[in-house]
T-cell receptor, first 117, second 114 residues
């Protein structure tokens, strides 16, 4: 069964460093998302991406964050200058259709645990 | 204020027993309500999706119910197995057609013991 994959599974970085989290969505999906989950807290939406541009972003997704689909398969999240509070599990998700009312499934990857020291 | 409240926060059940998880929400109007299972260190996996007009939806041993009048949903796990140990998350999707407006509950941590 197709699945969303993410690399690395765990990333440790020092405060102020740049990190790039990578995701390979399901191949025929058109809509891509990043979420984060701080330890012990609920999942939070960061950004959605369609047709090579951001379609929606949350307040969390400030200028330190950027997303890119550099080729036909990868979808990346870059944090330019990490802060301690960026430590979280970051989930990539993909969906065939973009409408939330369409009832299409949103498939999540296994996540990347980012630890900022 | 969180618009989706789940209870209990955690529970421990014996293998083979049933349990019911609760989700109360204030999101209105909403498009659909989803229950996800999240294994430790993994991404959420969809269990059920219900529109506002549906009352119940089953997926194997998982049965979700929805009462749109009282704004309550429940997830019932029948004949629990050790592999059911996970966090179960209720997600309500507002009628805004926006993935950014998803309202996640904090989850109920279920531990199934032998």
């Amino acid at each position: 069964e197709p699945e969303v994959t993410q690399t690395p599974s765990h990333q440790v970085t020092q405060m102020g460093q740049e990190v790039i989290l990578r995701c390979v969505p399901i191949s025929n999906h058109l809509y891509f998302y990043w979420y984060r989950q701080i330890l012990g807290q609920k999942v939070e939406f960061l950004v959605s991406f369609y047709n090579n541009e951001i379609s929606e972003k949350s307040e969390i997704f400030d200028d330190q964050f950027s997303v890119e689909r550099p080729d036909g398969s990868n979808f990346t999240l870059k944090i330019r200058s990490t802060k301690l509070e960026d430590s979280a599990m970051y989930f990539c998700a993909s969906c065939y259709a973009g409408g939330t009312g369409s009832l299409y499934e949103q498939y999540f990857g296994p996540g990347t645990r980012l630890t900022v020291t | 204020k969180n618009q989706v409240e789940q209870s209990p926060q955690s529970l421990i059940i014996l293998e083979g027993k049933n349990c019911t998880l609760q989700c109360n929400y204030t999101v209105s109007p909403f498009s659909n309500l989803r229950w996800y299972k999240q294994d430790t260190g993994r991404g959420p996996v969809s269990l059920t999706i219900m529109t506002f007009s549906e009352n119940t939806k089953s997926n194997g041993r998982y049965t979700a119910t929805l009462d749109a009048d009282t704004k309550q949903s429940s997830l019932h796990i029948t004949a629990s197995q050790l592999s059911d140990s996970a966090s179960y998350i209720c997600v309500v999707i507002p009628l805004t057609d926006s993935w950014g407006k998803l309202q996640f509950g904090a989850g109920t941590q279920v531990v199934v013991t032998p």
